[in-house]
């Protein structure tokens, strides 16, 4: 069993080449976590390697390694890590490629703030049994 972490902020990785949309998610996700970043899926991937993270968001076009290609590595060094990805062009297919993966959801851009920060809340408490984030996720 996973030990419920809410004395401690969770970690969070957002991993998109764009700065600017990084930004946005920074803007809306500091408050409640200690944030990392990463320009591509490789850096996500060292990131991740090197550095205890809870919970990663991944833009689905990125250079060399798509998010769905980080995703699937990324489950292989740590098979509970909720992997979001995050993309314009949610197909289904994308949609069941990310299930196949062990994605956590798909989410499509622009992503509403609600939406996003309700995805990442359901993330942490399924996969730490943490009953306590919806209070200070601010749900």
């Known amino acids: 069993m996973v030990k419920a972490r809410s004395q401690t902020p969770y970690q969070l990785l957002i991993a998109d080449d764009d700065s600017g949309f990084r930004d946005v998610l920074k803007e809306v996700l500091a408050p409640y976590f200690q944030l990392f970043e990463a320009e591509s899926g490789e850096q996500a991937i ?9 919970i990663v968001l991944l833009d689905m076009h990125m250079d060399i390694l798509t998010g769905l290609e980080a995703v699937r590595i990324l489950k292989q060094i740590n098979a509970l890590l909720p992997c979001i990805l995050i993309t314009a062009d949610a197909t289904d297919e994308l949609r069941q490629d990310a299930s196949a993966a062990d994605a ?23 996969t730490y049994q943490d009953p306590n984030v919806p209070f200070w996720l601010g749900n």
């Not at 060292?46 to 809870?54: F, G, I, P, R, S």
């Not at 956590?104 to 399924?126: C, D, F, G, I, N």
Request: net charge negative; glycine share 0%.
């Open 46 to 54: 060292e990131l991740v390697e090197q550095t205890h993270v809870d």
């Open 104 to 126: 956590y959801e798909v989410l499509s851009k622009p992503v509403k703030r609600q939406e996003l920060v309700t995805t990442v809340s359901h993330a942490l408490v399924e």
